[in-house]
């Protein structure tokens, strides 16, 4: 399948970003290429692919199960230079598993799209089809959700 | 710590399309002179360029293919047939690959073939009726029971070709106890499963659940 050839690193990276799993992350996409070419799907574009691989990563992430043996066995190295951080701390695998059941799958999305991806808000609208307007106050909320969290030295 | 950007970042899917070669003429543009000035971006793009790791294989086989054997797959336990006896082929089972060795917690797992050949990476082949030996990585701390467990496609039960392993010391690429063989011609989704201080419970096991490590399989071309 060319697509997979032309875009299957690119998306293993995401993934890695997002789990900081390497195997995780190539099983992830494995997986979602096996699957594509059982449904004959042909809409095969990066930025679709991008969705794909952030909703089954956010998936994972979202089942108790995986959640903590992603978080117990994460490799740091796998998260990749952060360029873009909220109320600056870093958006990494720990925190991620902390938001992924306080916020609602737009938000998800975006959070993941904003913060790990490092996507400008024109850059998330239009990947998503929101308006930028509504990115921003999904965005609002997301830092608002990451505030109350409080910092990464507090106690919990 | 990395160098921060001088600006608004480049996101990550900007560079990949960057580097594949995939930018229109304005995005081009922009990356090129972003990264010119800015470290953090540069060295983002660097990170990208300098990864030169392989994906495994997908399915060789066409939709229609697919279809045909998970049809001919979906009759209960046939597509996995329990090998007898444990030390079938002990002697010649080379060390686990590097690749596959895992940092912290982590557990990992190769198969290895009767004939010595080895399956270490998510999308690796398998050969239609070789025997194949299940060989975990598991920090020596570890103490669990281990079932091995074998999903084909979207087919809820999991086919169990081997016997629980009720207590192994862990270590660098432990064998679990027994063998099975391989006939089906689909890729096949093998999960390596393990509970702390209790049994495996094979009634109670969700695809993909916690404390399980899996590698969807092809098969190999004849
Ligand atoms: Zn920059």
Redesign the interface.
Known sequence: ?EA???????L???AE?ILQ?R?DA??L???L??DL??K?EMNLE??YL?RAVTNRCLT?LR????R??IL??H?PDAR?????TCHDRVVDVDLLAKLVDRLDDEEREILVCRFI????QD?IAE?CGLSRKTVGKRLDRIKDVVASLGGAEAPS | MSARCTGEPLSWLALERYHAGDAPAELRARVEAHVGECEACAASLRSIVADQRQLPALPASRRSKVRRLRRALGGGVGALALAAGVALFVARQPAPTEPDRVKGGDVAFVLVGDDATQIAEAGGAFAEGRRYKVLVTCPPSMHASWDVAVYEGARPSPVFPLEPTRDLTCGNGVALDGAFRVHGRDALRVCVVWREGELVDRAALAPDGARSVCKTLVPADD
């Open positions: 399948m997979y050839e032309r875009w299957g690193m690119a293993v990276r995401k970003r799993s195997s190539q099983d996409v494995h997986g290429f096996v070419l059982e004959d990066l930025p991008y994972l089942d108790e199960g995986n903590a043996r117990a066995a490799d990749g230079a952060a360029r873009t991806d490092d996507m400008t850059e990947l």
